[in-house]
């Protein structure tokens, strides 16, 4: 058995656009991660980069869910004695909301260097303004929600 290997074909990169305003950070880094992977495409290999790039706007209006604004808890140490240094997840979304929304799609990559290459393609920006408008990015739109009832043909054809 032989192992598919794309060469050249696809490589050129879409950019995708995500609104985040209303969305719940998991579901909204899934479905960053799933993108940055390039498992949408029909010749997705584990180990290959698709170069596509994601830009999510309006970082700082994520939602999360339950108590995690005041119990969720986002660690990390200076290296020296005693330096731990932890903040609440409801603080560094009002002052950082960017980097709530980095970590949360970088824990859904993988953890070698293919995942640090992959993080690089993603653009996150608290407001609704971003510099890549010359790129022409596609608008993302996440998968309906579960629940949301069955749809019928009326709407699908909206």
């Known amino acids: 058995m032989r192992t598919y290997v794309p060469k050249g ?3 050129d990169g879409q950019w995708f656009l995500v609104d985040a305003e209303g969305q719940t950070l998991g579901r909204l880094a899934s479905l960053v991660a799933a993108r940055l992977r390039g498992k949408h495409r029909p010749a997705f290999t584990p180990g290959f980069e698709f170069r ?3 830009i999510v706007v309006n970082a700082s209006r ?3 869910t339950g108590r995690k604004k005041t119990d969720k808890m986002y660690r990390r140490h200076t290296g020296y004695p005693g330096g731990l240094k932890e903040v609440s997840a409801g603080k560094l979304l009002a002052t950082r909301p960017e980097r709530v929304v980095e970590m ?3 824990g859904m990559l993988p953890k070698n260097s293919l995942g640090r290459k992959l ?3 993603l653009k996150v920006y608290a407001g609704p303004q971003h510099p890549h408008a ?3 990015p596609e608008p993302l739109l996440p998968a309906a929600r579960a629940g949301s009832g069955p749809v019928s043909r009326a709407q699908r054809a909206e």
């Open 9 to 11: 074909m696809g490589l």
């Open 104 to 106: 949360a799609v970088a």
């Open 62 to 64: 994520v939602m999360l």
């Open 134 to 136: 010359a790129q022409k």
């Open 119 to 121: 993080i690089t393609n």
């Open 52 to 54: 596509d790039h994601v």
